[in-house]
């Protein structure tokens, strides 16, 4: 517990995480978890709002790493420790499997090269396939696949769940979320950091930047000039449910010197996802898509997948990713300032999340924070299932006779009920907006985008979900 | 706690119905008309039931809050939610169980439904299906418009229940994308709600709807139609502060605004059809059917704008009287053919689709003898030809336009020379 200031006098952690994605999240999660206050600092007005809302979803093996980095093995720690905390809390994960599909000669060469690679990254279980075999795992695949390696490892996850996950279990073991609090200025002695925020002042023995795409202004208000942080937006199509069953796994493209191509993947919504682009820019808040990229997206996906664009396309998003120069994460401690850097997190750090806030304890204890975990650890939190692979309340009899607000299904397309509207502000970290209680629920982000429910989903939003149930009194 | 009497949980002590003659899926127009029709067609004895995810049965025209409803089928001038009472009365004065807040999730069998309602979730099995799922606007990401995404872009759907039943505001300066009936219906709303259009943007040559729109827009509505425009961009962080056009010159101009309204653009409300294992047509993506509005399934009947996306409520509610012979044909009441039958209908470019897609020239007339199609271009004055086997076996020259954005309808006479043994019948215009 952080301790109670007094009117007037800044809050006072002994550890701030800046930033409140999966991996500032995940960090606070592990730090709460010790004998120490845990602040969460983050400028907007959601956790995983940022970078981690608007990825490709994957939980990776880390076959395709780039062998003997700290990257390669966090994400390979990662995707053990996230499977298994998925498990505990009931993020949705289905294990699907993905294929590394040869289009051209020159992709099929590289096939036992990846197969190669994936073994010094610790992961075996890769296996050449033939054209036959490609086509026989994903019949809705264009003509002229040549051969592909399948990844059986490769998962799709909630990323919107992980982030509440880790929030919601860092809350529990004591950690604070402070939304809003936009970090602008930094006073860092030998003996901790005074935070300025747009929330008021944080004092802090140690600070942990996992700011994303902000992480290099962060550094530079340590005083650091180490890296930039170029933002790269990948724009995504996501297709309707009803495309389903052409993408019963996640299809992946051979890297050659055509440049990276673009994956097709099923979602654990029951949609299917085509991107990303990668686009670099200068802007870290251009989330808008474009005509080029759509273009882009058609050209490629009409080969991959010709009969995806049969279907109607549900929404479109744009991520941006955190691109660092030199390519691998960022971990450094800086005893002076007690100070430590989480930077240049690529998308990879869905996955590596709870590896790279072992890591972190890690740098903690060696610069001499107590992080050994309490004995009294809550148990990990139950979050409310929005994947289509787990029991969605709608369908689930039982729970309606005890409760008919599941019952009341107020999104249609998405099927999500009064209940579970209900419950998004009955959490520990409720809602503010819309993308909040959509992230949560599911709520509006089906194929009418708000066409029958857009209005009484608003009005839900405004009174925090009294008004769907006052429906359901009537 | 106020008790409407057109809530379920108004009828407390009778449980949830698991069986009926007949189960009607939606409870709008087409559902409500289909189901009052065949209630009493089959007596009192017989269980007809409408199924309604809403709170209130009636679908669209319950938020559509502006005149020009009934003509065709009551006979009558009415406001959208008056006509939405009525047809709710008169199903319920039929004898149908109206049940809302029941949202049917998927099937159980071939003429089995899944429910799920706040009474609990159930199957519900029925001796008839008749699907009247409806239609709803695409919205922005399946219009593939590009830019920013901020707060502020509606369809006409959202934008009428904010005004009609939230009584919301909305935004004072609004760009209506799309030129078709409904663009204007959007019009009328923004201006109850106080907001201004300020330009109205349609690919075509011009805006395309009746007559009397056309006039009232220039006149009363006072609208910039921006034709032969597109919008390729929209601006905004948070909220939408304005619309780049574009025109077919490549010219392009920055429209403020703080409201966007994508309008039409329909797609049936299909997935119970597909889930189903219907067929499809490729041209207007709902259920094929025959001119009797047989689907391929046996004993599931489609009416409505779930077929022909969209024509006017009034129209999509005849269909529901057209059904009525074939279903109490199934049922055993009278004779009808038991499966889909006639010759398969076909369009060719302008022309993108027809309904119904399958007729039996020697059998009975689709609804009001009409077949309804879609254009994508515009033509004064047209001839219809129907062609088969690479003959001309009927030719129209109708005295009314094909125009985008509104059902273009053909007399049914045009296929009566057609041969019932023939090959498909392709329409076209000459």
Redesign the interface.
């Known amino acids: 517990m952080s301790t109670p200031s007094p009117a007037g006098a800044p809050r006072s952690v002994d550890v701030a995480v800046i930033g409140g994605g999966v991996v500032g999240t995940a960090i606070a999660r592990r730090l709460a978890g010790a004998d120490l206050s845990v602040a969460i600092v983050e400028a907007r007005s959601d956790v995983g709002d940022g970078t981690s809302k608007a990825n490709t979803a994957i939980l990776h093996t880390g076959f395709d790493a780039s062998p003997g980095t700290v990257e390669s093995r966090l994400v390979a720690e990662g995707y053990h420790l996230l499977g298994d905390f998925a498990a505990a809390t009931g993020i949705p994960v289905e294990r699907t499997g993905a294929l590394l599909v040869a289009w051209s000669e020159e992709e099929l060469a590289a096939l036992p090269g990846l197969r190669d690679k994936a073994r010094r990254n610790g992961y075996d279980a890769c296996a050449i396939v033939s054209a036959e075999e490609v086509r026989a795992a994903v019949p809705a695949l264009g003509p002229g696949a040549l051969g592909g390696l399948t990844v059986p490892g490769e998962s799709i996850i909630c990323t919107w769940s992980t982030t509440i996950a880790l929030a919601t279990d860092a809350v529990a073991r004591g950690a604070e979320v402070l939304l809003e609090h936009r970090v602008t200025a930094v006073d860092a002695t030998t003996d901790g950091s005074v935070l300025r925020t747009t929330g008021g002042d944080v004092r802090a023995r140690w600070v942990v930047n996992a700011a994303g795409l902000h992480a290099d202004t962060i550094d530079g208000l340590f005083g650091h000039d180490r890296f930039t942080v170029t933002p790269r937006r990948g724009e995504l199509l ?1 297709f309707d ?2 495309a389903r069953p052409l993408a019963p796994l996640i299809v992946l493209p051979v890297p050659s010197s055509l440049g990276k191509g673009v994956l097709v993947s099923p979602t654990v919504y029951g949609n299917v996802m085509l991107g990303p682009t990668a686009e670099d820019l200068d802007d870290k ?1 251009a ?5 080029a ?2 273009a882009f997206l058609r050209e490629k996906g009409e080969r991959i997948m010709p009969a995806l664009f049969d279907e ?7 991520g941006l990713r955190a691109a660092v120069p030199g390519g691998d994460y960022l971990l450094e401690r800086d005893d002076e300032q007690h100070y430590v850097l989480v930077g240049g997190i690529r998308s990879t750090g869905l996955t590596a999340c709870i590896a790279i806030a072992e890591h972190v304890a890690g740098l903690l204890a060696e610069g001499g924070v107590d992080v050994a975990l309490r004995d009294d650890l809550p148990a990990p939190p139950r979050i409310p299932n929005i994947g289509e692979a787990g029991p969605r309340p ?4 039982e729970r ?2 005890a409760d ?2 599941y ?3 107020v999104c ?1 397309c998405e ?1 999500v ?1 009064a209940g579970e509207v209900r419950d998004a502000f009955d959490s520990a970290i409720p809602p503010r907006d ?1 993308d909040g209680l959509r992230r949560r629920t599911r709520l509006m982000n089906g ?6 429910c ?3 989903a ?2 839900a939003l405004e009174t925090r979900g009294a008004s769907l149930l006052a ?4 | 706690m106020t008790v409407p009497a057109t809530a379920p949980a108004a009828a407390p002590a009778t449980a949830p119905l698991t069986r009926a003659d007949v189960v009607v899926v939606g409870g709008g127009p087409s559902g409500l008309t289909a189901a009052a029709a065949l209630a009493e067609a089959l007596g009192p004895d017989a269980t007809v039931l409408v199924l309604d995810r809403e709170r209130e049965a009636g679908g669209i025209p319950r938020h559509s809050d502006h005149t020009g409803y009934g003509i065709r089928d009551l006979h009558r001038v009415l406001r959208g939610p008056a006509y939405a009472r009525v047809l709710v009365d008169r199903a319920r004065e039929a004898g149908v169980v109206v049940e809302t807040r029941a949202m049917v999730t998927g099937w159980a069998g071939e003429r089995a439904l899944e429910v799920t309602a706040p009474t609990g979730r159930r199957v519900v099995e029925a001796a008839a299906v008749v699907l009247a799922t409806g239609a709803r606007e695409r919205a922005r990401p399946a219009r593939h418009i590009p830019g920013d995404r901020p707060d502020g872009v509606l369809t006409t759907g959202q934008l009428q229940n904010l005004v009609h039943l939230h009584h919301r505001p909305v935004g004072e300066r609004a760009v209506v994308i799309g030129g078709e009936l409904v663009s204007w219906s959007a019009v009328m709303t923004l201006r109850e709600a106080g907001c201004r259009t300020v330009a109205m943007v349609t690919e075509h040559e011009r805006s395309e709807s009746y007559a009397a729109f056309r006039l009232l827009g220039r006149l009363a509505l006072r609208v910039p139609v921006l034709a032969r425009s597109r919008v390729v961009a929209i601006e905004g962080r948070g909220r939408v502060t304005g619309v780049v056009v574009e025109e077919r010159d490549g010219s392009r101009r920055t429209v403020p605004c703080d409201l966007v309204v994508t309008t039409g653009d329909w797609i049936p409300d299909h997935e119970l059809a597909r889930s189903g294992g219907l067929e499809l047509d490729r041209g207007t993506r709902g259920p094929l059917v025959d001119a009797a509005l047989r689907t391929t399934a046996p004993g599931v009947f489609a009416v409505g704008n779930l077929l022909h996306p969209v024509d006017t409520a009034d129209v999509a509610a005849i269909d529901g009287r057209q059904v009525v012979p074939a279903v109490l044909g199934w049922l055993g009441r009278e004779t009808a053919p038991p499966s889909l039958s006639g010759v398969r209908l076909r369009v060719e470019a302008p022309l993108r689709w027809v309904a119904p897609q399958v007729v039996d020239p020697t059998g009975p007339a689709p609804a009001r003898g009409r077949l309804l199609l879609w254009t994508d271009a515009w033509v004064e004055r047209p001839r219809v030809e129907a062609v088969q086997d690479g003959e001309v076996v009927g030719s129209r020259r109708l005295p009314w336009p094909a125009a985008p954005g509104r059902v273009f309808r053909v007399p049914s006479a045009i296929l009566d020379a057609a041969r019932p043994d023939g090959g498909d019948v392709t329409l076209r215009l000459a």
């Not at chain 1, 989330?287 to 005509?291: H, P």
């Not at chain 1, 109607?312 to 744009?318: D, G, M, P, Q, R």
């Not at chain 1, 709608?394 to 009899?397: G, K």
Request: with cysteine; net charge neutral.
């Open positions: 996501v449910k009803l808040t989330t808008g898509t474009s005509a990229g759509f109607e396309v549900t929404t479109t998003y744009a709608y369908a689930d009899a309606i006779a008919p607000a019952g009341h299904v249609f099927r009920t819309m194929r009418c985008q708000g066409f029958f857009g209005a009484d608003q009005a429906g359901a009194d009537r």
